[in-house]
């Protein structure tokens, strides 16, 4: 065959080629075992439904951080296509990454997929462009295809989550469904480790209302695996592989860091000193939990003001933090935010970018914190809050959004102490009083409680339980929105 044009090496055999390669269930009807033998994350349950939706003329953008899994979640899609009878030369992968696919348009990719597979007709096909953040201008290719081929469903994925968000809320409006595929949950850990039959079913009486919950039956195992999830729970690939545990610093750092530090964001954002962003990132990660303001984040990265607040804004879009916002001690907001808690989106990176915590360090307390929010940001219509005053802190407070009333409080300990001296927990009890609250959660090291101080009800849970059961009702919700 000939050249496409002068422009470029490649022929378009060579294209070909590369696309039978890539799709090897075109000559054997199933995915390469190197994806099938991996088990499938619970989030895989929630994105298939929305990709065998072809009633809605929308391309499916599967967007997040590095090494999540979202390419193994291709590939089980794919699986999952071919066990219910999808015409396997009607799926087809591509992973724009290769540089075979350099400057070929989404719309030509298509067709030489049809020419590949002598499919020469362009409806019921499922095309998969993985990494797609390395077109320039998908966005406007992929919003072309969706409207030029109603009948065909385009699914896409990407690393750069920061240029994906954007770019689909720019351009895809009404073309484009987004999904975002999140660091492992703690629940999550537990289902791919096969430690389920570690958790019952279990009830939690919540001001007389039973309430559907999780508990353990061997709370020193869990607790173990809990702190295996914080030093190296957040990506698949890591909890599975002993070489990676070994140095878990430098897979993440340079694989999950450093791209996204050094490629995505400046790639994007037009950021000139790389360095500077560094340095803030690698304060905020040793900080995690921790109340900070822009004076002292200038005064530990040495990064200017006006800078720090564009950098914070990045790092967020990046799903690399999450900045939480303060309330005063009567649930009102601040009119200036001055101060605010950031946590990373995954404990793990902290642990990577210097060394695995210990459970007695002197900085788990803040991991753990670290690794209860990182479970509820999760869901995409929850804002997290904390409350903080002259006198007292309350480190996690749920908002009503249109009563602007809170609705609960949980205090988060990696100790039995407050089970044994309730009183001390004076900002909660205070907070609770002040704000009509009758009830309150508190997490432990490993016991269960409950203990009613002045008509406040006190919930006593073990930290890693509480973790597990709010992934585990985020996965719920999401998969019964009503």
Known sequence: MAKRNS??????????????????????????????????????SLFYPLVVETDVKRALV????????????????????????????????????????????????????????????DSDWFIFFDEIQYLKEWEIHLKVLVDTYPNTKFIVSGSAAAVLKMKSNESGAGRFTDFKLPPLTFNEYIDLKGLDDIMIPAELDWNGNLHKFRDTINIKELNNHFLDYINYGGYPEVIFSEAIRKNPGRYIRSDIVDKVLLRDLPSLYG??????????????AYHSGNEVSLESLNTASR???????????????????????????????FKRENFYKIYLTN??????????????????????????????????????????????????????????????????????????????????????????????????????????????????????????????NTLDIKSNPD
């Open 303 to 333: 990064v200017d003001k006006y800078l720090i607040k564009k950098y914070l804004q990045y790092l967020e879009a990046a799903f690399l933090i999450h900045i939480v916002k303060r309330l005063d001690e009567t649930a009102k907001k």
């Open 271 to 284: 950021i000139q000193d790389v360095q500077e962003l560094n340095s803030l990132f690698t304060t905020l």
């Open 62 to 121: 599967l967007m997040g951080p590095r090494r999540v899994g979202k390419t193994v979640m291709l590939h089980h899609t794919i699986q999952n296509l071919l066990d219910n009878g999808i015409n396997a030369k009607k799926i087809c992968y591509i992973n724009i990454e290769n540089p075979v696919y350099n400057n070929i348009s989404l719309d030509s990719l298509f067709t030489f997929a049809r020419k590949a597979t002598n499919e020469i007709e």
């Open 347 to 472: 404990p793990s990176l902290r642990s990577a970018l210097f060394s695995p915590i210990q459970a007695t360090d002197d900085m788990i307390g803040n991991m753990v914190e670290t690794a209860v929010y990182s479970q509820w940001m999760h869901r995409e219509r929850f804002t997290p809050w904390y409350a903080r005053w002259k006198n007292g802190e309350v480190d996690m407070i749920g908002l009503d959004e249109k009563k602007l009333k809170p609705v609960w409080a949980v205090e988060i300990k990696w100790s039995n102490r407050s089970l044994d001296k309730p009183r001390e927990l004076k900002s909660l009890l205070y907070f609770c009083k002040k704000n009509n609250l009758n009830s309150a959660l508190v997490t432990t090291l490993d016991k269960n409680g409950k203990q009613e101080i002045d008509g406040i009800t006190l919930h006593f849970i073990p930290a890693s339980v509480y973790a597990y059961v709010v992934g585990y």
């Open 7 to 44: 422009l470029t090496p490649f022929s378009d055999q060579l294209v070909i080629d590369r696309f039978r390669l890539e799709n090897p269930w075109w000559t054997d009807g199933k995915t390469e075992e190197e994806y099938n033998s991996k088990k499938r994350r619970l989030y895989f």
